[in-house]
T-cell receptor, first 116, second 114 residues
Framework: AQSVTQLDSHVSVSEGTPVLLRCNYS??????LFWYVQHPNKGLQLLLK??????LVKGINGFEAEFKKSETSFHLTKPSAHMSDAAEYFC??????????????FGAGTQVVVTP | DGGITQSPKYLFRKEGQNVTLSCEQN?????MYWYRQDPGQGLRLIYY???????QKGDIAEGYSVSREKKESFPLTVTSAQKNPTAFYLC?????????????FGPGTRLTVL
């Protein structure tokens, strides 16, 4: 079975400081992992994905995430927050080779607030 | 431009009425999904379809129905049996390939029951 836990429901950062959004997952098989961003009343946009290639994944808008199998984590980071990063972020897992292939499990989301 | 369209953007329904939300994609994707989003609960899967003329129930299918008669289209009907339908509804699609399986999302439909 697959599941995902986002460890922080809210994160507040100052503009120009680093951002860290934490995600732990559970997967019985080889997981695909994703981070999405959602601005208010909009659809979700893919930031980056991991699919068993390089463990350090670079995404759009300066975001990156590191897959750590031993820790079952896929934390999202950005070195310097921008005001436009204020949004909700979702960590998502999908088992590539299980009976639940084709289904995606979403975390509850992390709301990011950026202060000037 | 390729993408997913959902209509309408806002929908108001009286109690006891069925309503249908539209989802169309021109990405040539095989798989399509419907999610419901409520504040603080992330996205919950209602139905998904991995191929035309076939679909499976998700985690919260009660009170909803779907059809998949064409590859491009996956409409969702919210029936009067759905006890609390007010929510933001998101449609998504994927190529259906194990190595290229990221989801693409539509802009969403906000349904309000009056």
């Amino acid at each position: 079975a697959q599941s995902v836990t986002q460890l922080d429901s809210h994160v507040s950062v100052s503009e120009g400081t680093p951002v860290l959004l934490r995600c732990n997952y559970s997967s019985s098989y080889s997981p695909s992992l994703f981070w999405y961003v959602q601005h208010p009343n909009k659809g979700l946009q893919l930031l980056l994905k991991y699919t068993s290639a390089a463990t350090l994944v670079k995404g759009i808008n300066g975001f990156e995430a590191e897959f750590k199998k031993s820790e079952t984590s896929f934390h999202l980071t950005k070195p310097s927050a921008h005001m436009s990063d204020a949004a909700e972020y979702f960590c998502v897992v999908s088992d590539q080779y299980s009976d639940s292939w084709g289904k995606f499990q979403f975390g509850a989301g992390t709301q990011v607030v950026v202060t000037p | 431009d390729g993408g997913i369209t959902q209509s309408p953007k806002y929908l108001f329904r009286k109690e006891g009425q069925n309503v249908t939300l539209s989802c169309e994609q021109n990405l040539n994707h095989d798989a399509m999904y419907w999610y419901r989003q409520d504040p603080g609960q992330g996205l919950r899967l209602i139905y998904y379809s991995q191929i035309v003329n076939d679909f499976q129930k998700g985690d919260i299918a009660e009170g909803y129905s779907v059809s998949r008669e064409k590859k491009e289209s996956f409409p969702l009907t919210v029936t009067s049996a759905q006890k609390n339908p007010t929510a933001f509804y998101l449609c998504a699609s994927t190529l259906g390939d194990r190595d290229y399986n990221e989801q693409f999302f539509g802009p969403g439909t906000r349904l309000t029951v009056l």
